[in-house]
């Protein structure tokens, strides 16, 4: 697995919570909303997940009934691209 | 070769010599201003933008980089001064704003986080202050503004992302901010805070749900800038009140400008709405810097006239 993000729906007060309780975990990092309390019903939250987390989490959102789809399916990659060293400027 | 690449992001090291170098060429049109320092002590460098013209009383503000993993802003900063730069005299529109007014840039207001998000932890937000009798690390500085400070939509809690820190101003990226902007509240008209991602065009208030009294005439200029960003470049922002169109977020920069009397004040998010979010594509930087120029030159023409 790598790491992701994960666009996720909670359709009840129920799954809000538990959702709040998913991105306070250290091997998560929310991206939006800004923090867990701004977390609402019918407002997708997108969840970065790290690649020791997404087998347990992915499975945690589909016994509880989440909607969710993955935005990004290897953050790796681009966190690679971004950070390459390709200046030619010798200062 | 090599500078003003506009297709990769820059490391903290390469802006502070981009910024360094560009004052050095253009010393007719730029000035370099140390306006303090970070919690790592950092230098927090404004370039300061004119025309070759003589002096204005009028000024702008835009500051880069709050948050530290979100990269497209210091990159849009950049941006924008190696296009105003290029530009001046060839493009009617940065020709007017330069020959106008004079332009403050802050391109990393958070050089520590962000040289943390090269290094260590590429989704870090908040600056790296720590306090003695916490093991948390970093203060949001979109909440340490002293504005309606640490109510509602803010975390008191050293371990969230959005703790507001031990007292309002408490971070020195934020005393530096808004000493200078004090001293310079005279000419200061209009204030930028650009940040990312979902695709939005905010003013205050963020810390209450209750409307500024020219709330009519800012959602006016945001509703003309995000036209023109859909007519010109197909894409949607969104527009509106801060809490009104994401949520209360007290101890924000532009809530705080707005109180000093500075009544333009606006906050950007830029590309994209989640497809890459923080990790938008290197390829994609200059449509992004493209469009969140649109929507600043529309208000900022728009904030002259007035």
């Known amino acids: 697995e790598q790491d992701k993000v994960l666009s996720i729906t909670a359709a009840t007060l129920e799954q809000v919570s538990l959702l709040q309780n998913i991105s306070r975990h250290n091997e998560?990092?929310?991206?939006?909303?800004?923090?867990?309390?701004?977390?609402?019903?019918?407002?997708?939250?997108?969840?970065?997940?790290?690649?020791?987390?997404?087998?347990?989490?992915?499975?945690?959102?589909q016994t509880h009934g989440f909607s969710f789809s993955v935005l990004l399916d290897n953050t790796q990659n681009l966190i690679q691209e971004q950070t390459r060293n390709n200046t030619t400027d010798p200062k | 070769s090599g500078g003003m690449n506009n297709e990769r992001y820059h490391s903290l090291e390469d802006i502070y010599h981009l910024v360094n170098k560009t004052s050095q060429e253009h010393p007719d049109m730029t000035?370099?201003?140390?306006?303090?320092?970070?919690?790592?002590?950092?230098?927090?460098?404004?370039?300061?933008?004119?025309?070759?013209?003589?002096?204005?009383?009028?000024?702008?503000?835009?500051?880069?980089?709050?948050?530290?993993?979100?990269?497209?802003?210091?990159?849009?900063?950049?941006?924008?001064?190696?296009?105003?730069?290029?530009?001046?005299?060839?493009?009617?529109?940065?020709?007017?704003?330069?020959?106008?007014?004079?332009?403050?840039?802050?391109?990393?207001?958070?050089?520590?986080?962000?040289?943390?998000?090269?290094?260590?932890?590429?989704?870090?937000?908040?600056?790296?202050?720590?306090?003695?009798?916490?093991?948390?690390?970093?203060?949001?500085?979109?909440?340490?503004?002293?504005?309606?400070?640490?109510?509602?939509?803010?975390?008191?809690?050293?371990?969230?992302?959005i703790y507001c820190g031990q007292y309002p101003e408490s971070e020195p990226e934020v005393q530096a901010v808004t000493k200078f902007l004090r001293s310079h509240k005279d000419s200061v008209k209009l204030y930028f805070s650009i940040h990312s991602y979902s695709q939005?065009?905010?003013?205050?208030?963020?810390?209450?749900?209750?409307?500024?009294?020219?709330?009519?005439?800012?959602?006016?200029?945001?509703?003309?800038?995000?036209?023109?960003?859909?007519?010109?470049?197909?894409?949607?922002?969104?527009?509106?009140?801060?809490?009104?169109?994401i949520y209360l977020a007290p101890g924000g920069s532009d809530?705080?400008?707005?109180?000093?009397?500075?009544?333009?004040s606006f906050t950007f998010e830029l590309q994209d709405r989640g497809r890459y979010g923080f990790l938008l594509p290197p390829n994609l930087i200059n449509n992004a810097c493209n469009e969140a120029f649109a929507g600043v030159k529309t208000i900022a023409m728009r904030v002259l006239e007035k």
């Open chain 2, 200 to 245: 939005l065009l905010l003013f205050p208030y963020s810390y209450t749900l209750e409307q500024v009294p020219n709330h009519t005439e800012l959602f006016e200029l945001v509703q003309e800038a995000s036209f023109k960003i859909r007519r010109h470049y197909r894409n949607i922002y969104r527009y509106g009140s801060g809490a009104k169109t």
């Open chain 2, 255 to 264: 809530d705080w400008v707005y109180d000093q009397g500075i009544i333009y």
């Open chain 2, 31 to 161: 000035k370099l201003i140390l306006i303090g320092s970070s919690f790592e002590k950092n230098p927090l460098y404004v370039l300061k933008l004119s025309g070759r013209r003589g002096p204005v009383d009028k000024a702008m503000w835009m500051d880069c980089g709050i948050h530290a993993r979100e990269w497209i802003s210091p990159a849009f900063c950049i941006w924008f001064i190696n296009y105003a730069l290029t530009f001046y005299k060839e493009i009617p529109d940065i020709t007017t704003l330069l020959d106008k007014m004079d332009i403050y840039i802050l391109p990393v207001m958070n050089p520590d986080g962000y040289k943390y998000t090269w290094t260590t932890n590429r989704m870090w937000r908040k600056n790296r202050s720590v306090k003695e009798g916490s093991s948390c690390v970093g203060v949001d500085l979109n909440r340490n503004f002293d504005a309606n400070w640490c109510t509602a939509g803010a975390s008191s809690n050293p371990c969230s992302d």
């Open chain 1, 28 to 61: 998560t990092v929310l991206w939006q909303p800004a923090s867990p309390s701004h977390i609402a019903m019918n407002t997708p939250v997108h969840l970065y997940i790290q690649s020791s987390s997404v087998t347990r989490v992915t499975e945690l959102l």
